[in-house]
């Protein structure tokens, strides 16, 4: 409960400096309204720090229609997703980070296990081999011998 509070209060007080006028609660249902990029921004940040996934895909999908080359805010929607279990999007995004970040660890394996369940072994070998170059190679190589 203090949590939630805690979350509410301060994306409201985000929200009215930068002039959302919504709380984290009715971000999914409210109207369309007009805001900011950098409202947008650090009212996801703060959801994303308070472990709000629902509202920080809200507030970084917001921000990345106002800014949609922004690699930032695309690797953060991209991550976001992933902690929250959203396979689908994550593997939509995981191609995109990889175009501006060809050694993205993260979106290489997201990749790979798509590959591997699509029955391309070929395509995941290549992604889980380009990721092993990383601390996580220890944990990939298991999956390629």
Known sequence: MRKTFKTAFSLTLLATVFGLGASTQSVANSPQRETSLSGNFLAGRVAADEKDTEAATQYYSDALKQDPGNTQLTERLFQIHVSSGQLAESE??????????????????ILGLKALREKQPEDAREHFTEAAYTPVGELTSALLS
């Open 92 to 109: 939509k995004l995981a191609a995109e980070v990889l175009s501006f970040n060809s050694q993205h660890r993260l979106a290489r394996l």
